[in-house]
């Protein structure tokens, strides 16, 4: 199967290669999905069978005060994206997030319940979603949450949490990691084998895929040092605290209600795929 990744060299789209190797890779350098006459030429000239678009604007918080290029990657390029699918018959994947939910509903949120998000980068982001199941049937869009990889996360400098949490430990500070959000970490590495699963069955949906699970920020930084035997001292505190601009969903844990009628949700624990990252990082043996 020809298959294209727009965004191959940020933390899931690395995975993808990795696991893809024949995979036709295309950074920002290659294609720039805001560009809707230069990404017809570009995807029409490599013909693949399916596109997989890992490529966003995500950046929360700057989306609130910069909400144009938010809808200009996450809405409207994705819209573009369907477009040239659907001329050349090709599939395509898209990648969503937990953020698409307010938070509000305290229990897992499974594919069939109703979004409401509560920040610009949400709002961009279900708008994607939309134009894409407007535009194009043959379709996968994949909602996921908290994600790191081995790669970093590109438009975060190459870094990501588990990164950002082990350099500040290591200068001594001690840390506040908030306590009242709880999410579903994901291994980009499980993310991206879970993908290729659903591309190779074709069955068009909407999916949640994270690992199994649940933890609030603070709980996920304390087992990354608990795992890499470091004593830093960690204190809980509140998402208002930090008075970030964006607000964020307080419970935005994704059950794969999908993935089990399918018979495919075997994907591993948050603990599980966290020290799987940190033995293949050398942290730990």
Known sequence: ????????????????????????????????????????QVLTAIKPEVVINTAAYHHVDDCEDHPGPAFQVNAIGAGHLAKICNSIHSSLVHISTDYVFSGDKGAPYSEEDIPNPQSTY???????EQMISYLLPQHFIVRTSGLYGTAGCLG???????EGMVKRAKSGQPLKVVNDEIIGPTYTRDLAEKILEIIDIKSYSLYHITNRGQCSWYEFT?????????????SPTTGAEFKAKAKRPIYSVLAHEHLQRLGLDNIRSWQEALQAYLVEKGYIA
């Open 1 to 40: 199967m020809k298959i294209a990744v727009i965004g191959a060299d940020g933390q899931l789209g690395f995975d993808l290669m990795k696991l893809e190797p024949k995979a036709i890779g295309l950074t920002i350098k290659e294609i720039d999905i805001t560009d809707l006459e230069k990404s017809q």
């Open 122 to 128: 949400g709002i961009s982001k279900l708008a994607g």
């Open 156 to 162: 975060k400098g190459g870094t990501n949490f588990i």
């Open 222 to 234: 304390l087992k990354i040092f608990e795992l890499m035997k470091l004593k830093v001292a960690v």
